[in-house]
């Protein structure tokens, strides 16, 4: 059973396009974040929810739109797209924000490759 | 802002040539200092997480430490199977616990 799964895998669209990725987690967990990986391998976190409450938005552009329907599944919706936008998104869950000791060990996904033409 | 630096970059080591990773640090108010490994094509895999100065975790060949400034993860007898990107990441205690990465130090392993 995967414990974080995130489709698709690989994703190549045109410039101006709008893309989602969608993350679901088997775990239980209540805490869900998007990191975004570039080509240098520095993973940046750009959203975290807490039980379907937005609690991290880093300073991303607002064509990146998170949305939490329920505490299992946070998907990345983004508009327009630009050549910068070409990483690797991943998703992680945790137990929670780290309230608990232990509790914020992260588990990923396997990524989501987005190449922008 | 918090600050995550690891050194070095890449690290290319023969079977059985030990070594050590360095993680320095500057956070307000460490809550956890964290140790991933990534393999290629997948995602960070949590190996230790050491919560006070003076800790140490170990795990196989893996062996974690942790000062004030910095931690370290030192690697005994490596296998080629060792070889991976080692990532450190650090939790701040404050309101959002966010967690920041560095980026990562490259291990080859030959035989």
């Known amino acids: 059973d995967t414990a974080v799964s995130q489709t698709p895998k690989y994703l190549v669209t045109q410039m101006g396009n709008d893309k989602s990725i969608k993350c679901e987690q088997n775990?239980?967990?209540?805490?869900m974040y998007w990191y975004k990986q570039d080509s240098k391998k520095f993973l940046k976190i750009m959203f975290s929810?807490?039980?379907?409450?937005?609690?991290i938005n880093e300073t991303v552009p607002n064509r990146f739109s998170p949305k939490s329907p329920d505490k299992a599944h946070l998907n990345l919706h983004i508009n327009s797209l630009e050549l910068g936008d070409s990483a690797v998104y991943f998703c992680?869950?945790?137990?929670?924000?780290?309230?608990?000791?232990?509790?914020?060990?992260?588990?990923f996904g396997a990524g989501s490759r987005l190449t922008v033409l | 802002e918090d600050q995550v630096t690891q050194s070095p970059e890449a690290l290319r080591l023969q079977e059985g040539e030990s070594s050590s990773l360095n993680c320095s640090y500057t956070?307000?108010?460490?809550?956890?200092l964290f140790w991933y490994r990534q393999d290629p094509g997948k995602g960070p895999e949590f190996l230790f997480t050491?919560?006070?100065a003076g800790e140490e975790k170990e795990k196989e060949r893996l062996k974690a430490t942790l000062t004030k400034k910095e931690s370290f993860l030192h690697i005994t007898a490596p296998k080629p199977e060792d070889s991976a990107t080692y990532l450190c990441?650090?939790?701040?205690?404050?309101?959002?616990?966010?967690?920041?990465f560095g980026a990562g130090t490259t291990v080859t392993v030959r035989a």
């Open positions: 956070v307000s108010g460490l809550r956890g």
């Open positions: 990441a650090v939790q701040r205690g404050s309101n959002d616990y966010k967690l920041s």
């Open positions: 992680a869950s945790s137990q929670d924000r780290g309230f608990r000791t232990g509790a914020n060990v992260l588990t």
């Open positions: 050491l919560y006070s």
């Open positions: 775990l239980g967990h209540d805490t």
């Open positions: 929810y807490n039980n379907k409450e937005l609690i």
